[in-house]
């Protein structure tokens, strides 16, 4: 009542017979979506009352074309006052949304994830990322993957100085979860090193978020560190623990000292804390000298990497409406292509026809549809970012799913 904007159909097909009572027409779905331009939502807890046929009533809506869905969830169903047993369970709901996301590519769609836990508008950060914003406390914080004084959180400091606490997370997923949830107001993630190349999970996230934008990158240098204990010698030093590439990096190292063991430790600041911890002087680990400063270990060797020139790239990430840049120097977008020859030359031929200098071209596998890739492409802006306006309305004409992840400004190059 009141809001003509939406059509809501909240019962199925109820009769007195066994049979049919519990029935969700969705043949209705097509026929609507071809009467109206509003989009259908379903509500398959509503339309079958019984909690068993929620899932793949749900998953049915979703085939049907459905735009959404409306389901009832309740942590103790048996004690609800109303609707207990339509509704799922949370981890019955959990297992329904992984199924929907694992579904929606192979229809061509894409899962919205909604923010929630949004902050008040007096609250959103309406300067650009490095400068004291006008948010509250809460806003002002960073999420990064790995423990207190691990690069990420070096990242975290070099972009946005002291007006920002970085917290740490323990996975890429995590980060970008805070950010949705509004908990942080920006979050970190590497998407590049110079040596071991792109890293996938960061940009496969960054793919399955339309509501994230990259709106910052922080380029910083990688030295590897041997930390130890302060009573710790090199010579007393029987076990190395660090990340697989912290300890692949650094294999010269353990060449000159065959007598070393190496561990692999899941992070390499991580692996700081785990040896502070234990206080023994036989055991060390490869990271950065601000892990050795936050834990209070010593730095026994600096520098022990095989290439110096280790750079990590680190996008700054945050939600759509909180993003504000000012004078961005670089663009990021993902598009796919046909499956005829020279369809990607055509996208990068209307790059080079705008003078748009390509920084990156990565292509990753789309989801539920094998064989087909999405293209991640980061270009360098000119003084007017106008340009890249009007190639990527060329690019719509030669490509598919074309969405811009961010334009953003890059520190440290």
């Not at 076990?239 to 190496?262: D, T």
């Amino acid at each position: 009542h009141g809001t003509d904007d939406v059509i809501l159909c909240e019962r199925g097909i109820r009769t007195f017979e066994t049979y049919t009572r519990n029935t969700l027409d969705l043949s209705a779905i097509p026929v609507v979506k071809k009467l109206s331009h509003l989009p259908v939502i379903v509500d398959p807890s509503h339309g079958t009352g019984i909690r068993g046929k929620v899932h793949p009533m749900a998953l049915a809506a979703v085939a049907a074309g459905a735009d959404g869905l409306m389901v009832e969830v309740h942590p103790h169903p048996d004690r609800a006052l109303s609707d207990g047993p339509q509704s799922l369970y949370p981890e019955q709901f959990e297992r329904l949304m992984r199924d929907i996301e694992a579904f929606t590519p192979v229809l061509e769609k894409e899962m919205e994830r909604i923010p929630y836990n949004i902050a008040t508008q007096s609250d959103e950060i309406k300067d650009a990322p490095g400068s004291e914003p006008k948010g509250t406390r809460v806003r002002k914080m960073v999420a990064f993957q790995g423990m207190r004084g691990a690069y990420s959180e070096t990242a975290v400091h070099r972009f946005f100085g002291e007006h920002y606490e970085a917290v740490a997370c323990d996975s890429f997923a995590e980060v970008f979860k805070q950010v949705l949830q509004g908990k942080v107001a920006y979050g970190t993630a590497p998407i590049e090193n110079s040596l071991a190349g792109t890293v996938h999970e960061v940009l496969d996230l960054l793919l399955q978020h339309p509501d994230i934008r990259v709106v910052g990158e922080q380029k910083i240098r990688i030295i590897h560190n041997l930390i130890a204990a302060k009573s710790s010698t090199l010579e007393s030093i029987k076990k190395v623990y660090s990340h697989p590439q912290g300890l692949a990096q650094c294999s010269r190292f353990f060449e000159e000292h065959p007598g070393i063991e190496k561990v692999p430790f899941y992070d390499t600041a991580g692996a700081v804390a785990y040896i502070a911890e234990r206080g023994d002087p036989s055991l060390a680990a490869i990271a950065g000298r601000e892990a050795a400063q936050v834990y209070e270990m010593e730095v026994l060797k600096e520098g022990i990497e095989n290439n110096p020139r280790n750079y990590t790239r680190f996008y700054v990430i945050s939600r759509t409406e909180t993003e504000s840049i000012h004078k961005p120097n670089r663009g990021v977008l993902v598009f796919s292509t046909q499956d005829k020859p020279g369809a990607l030359f055509d996208v990068l031929q209307v790059l080079a026809e705008h003078q748009l200098n390509m920084k990156k071209l990565e292509s990753r596998p789309i989801q539920g549809k094998p064989w087909n890739y999405m293209f991640l492409l980061a270009v360098e802006l000119p003084e007017r970012p106008e340009v890249l306006d009007r190639a990527m309305k060329e690019i719509k004409g030669k490509a598919e799913d074309l969405r811009l992840l961010g334009l953003y400004y890059a520190h440290g190059e």
